[in-house]
């Protein structure tokens, strides 16, 4: 770990001498140690993970993962059709789009599939674990008039298995205020409130997902160490731009740390730091 985590916090001091405003601006060095005790804590769910690569990776790339997965499995229930790339069609200044901004992921026979990823978290303000999945586009009066797709699948990754679901569009569904229409509905399902054992919540919520009062299906699971799962991440870490990235980040504190209790401890720090120069 580096002797100082904060290389370089400019702190500006403002001043007036003879009526004019000035800034003057140091250097601010503070060693790592000084904040061991926000660096050291392991929040509940990447204790859960036990530093599997898949939960240090960012949601983009893991998404980016579990999808391909995802297709290969879903593929496999379907030997004889035809699978398709989905047509990323045009942009309303009638300019092509780039191929992830198509409106699903693939189509299977002609039917349109959109594929979606959660990781299984810990909710500390609600005191559950749940998969929460955002952006499903369903039908919003004045934008959409329907779902621009035809069946939706669910890449659920807990700390023990993937599960893939095919998703009946009600189950745990719910709005998200104005960003609805522009961004699409949620889907979150959770555990029950202080069932602290993400086993016992991930138990839970398969109950819900395979219950008789809704149209969902559970249609593979594969384990988090399984060999396609180890060569999808290989081969996205082959590619030029994260290999760069992992390169420059090596070693770096936090660089393995889970893009979302990153964010929390940067923000714990960069607190600290202010109280440091105003105290």
């Known amino acids: 770990m580096s002797t100082s985590l904060v290389r370089c916090i400019q702190a500006a001091f403002r001043a007036h001498e003879l009526g004019c405003k000035y800034i003057f601006r140091r250097t601010l060095v503070l060693p790592a140690s ?45 030997p004889t059709s035809q ?11 009638g300019a092509q789009r ?25 909710e500390r303000h609600r ?22 797709f035809d069946m939706l699948y669910l890449v659920l990754f807990s700390p023990s298995k993937l599960h893939i679901v095919a998703h009946d569009l009600v189950l745990g569904m719910s709005t998200t205020g104005m960003a609805t229409g522009p961004v699409g509905h949620t889907i979150a399902l959770r555990g029950r409130r202080n069932q602290s054992c993400w086993e016992e919540a991930l138990e ?3 109950g819900q ?42 070693g770096v504190p936090l660089a393995d740390t889970n893009p979302s209790v990153r964010g929390l401890q940067l923000q714990s720090i ?10």
């Open 83 to 93: 699978i398709c790339d989905a047509k990323p069609g045009l942009r309303v200044n």
């Open 270 to 279: 960069a607190y600290e730091i202010d109280q440091i120069i105003h105290p």
């Open 209 to 250: 997902i395979n219950s008789s009062t809704n149209q969902c299906k559970e249609v593979a699971g594969l384990d988090i160490n399984d060999s396609r799962i180890t060569a999808k991440r290989a081969d996205m870490l082959s590619s030029k731009e994260v290999a760069l990235s992992e390169a420059a980040y090596k």
């Open 127 to 148: 005191q559950n674990w749940r998969f929460k999945v955002s952006g499903v586009k369903m039908p919003f009066e004045g934008l959409r008039d329907e779902t621009p």
């Open 34 to 78: 000084q904040f061991d005790h926000v660096l050291k804590h392991v929040c509940r769910t990447s204790l859960a993970y036990g530093g599997h690569p898949l939960a240090q990776q960012s949601m983009h790339r893991r998404g980016k993962v579990l999808q391909e997965i995802a297709r290969e499995v879903i593929s496999q229930c379907y």
């Open 98 to 122: 780039h191929q992830q901004q198509a409106e699903f992921d693939w189509s299977i026979d002609g039917s349109r599939i959109e594929c979606k990823s959660a990781q299984l978290c810990w």
């Open 204 to 206: 839970t919520i398969l």
